[in-house]
């Protein structure tokens, strides 16, 4: 997987042209395949929240969806952090 990060660290070197374009559409394709799975539902992030509101809504105690210690972890945040897709928007 590419990472915006290391795609913006190559190309402010002095790597070829051959490998900062390789690395572009290597980012490109991970967008797009992240992207669609994140349209179709397919997002980890999005069945966490639907399971969340549910329980909410139905006044369902859970251990797990109501433990401060796993919502507050590292690994969640990163799971929940996703990029917006300007692609997406109406022009």
Excluded at 22 to 34: E, K, M, T
Excluded at 62 to 77: A, E, K, R
């Amino acid at each position: 997987m590419v990472c915006s990060f290391d795609l913006a660290s190559v190309l402010s070197t002095s790597s070829t042209a051959t490998a900062q374009r390789s690395l572009l559409l290597a980012a490109i394709r991970q967008h797009n395949a992240y992207t669609q799975d994140a349209m179709a539902g397919q997002a980890i992030d999005r069945h966490l929240m639907g399971l969340r509101l549910i329980s909410r809504e139905y006044g369902i105690e859970s251990p797990f969806l109501d433990d401060p210690f796993f919502f507050n972890d590292q690994t969640y945040d990163k799971v929940v952090h996703w990029t917006l897709s300007t692609s997406q928007v109406r022009r």
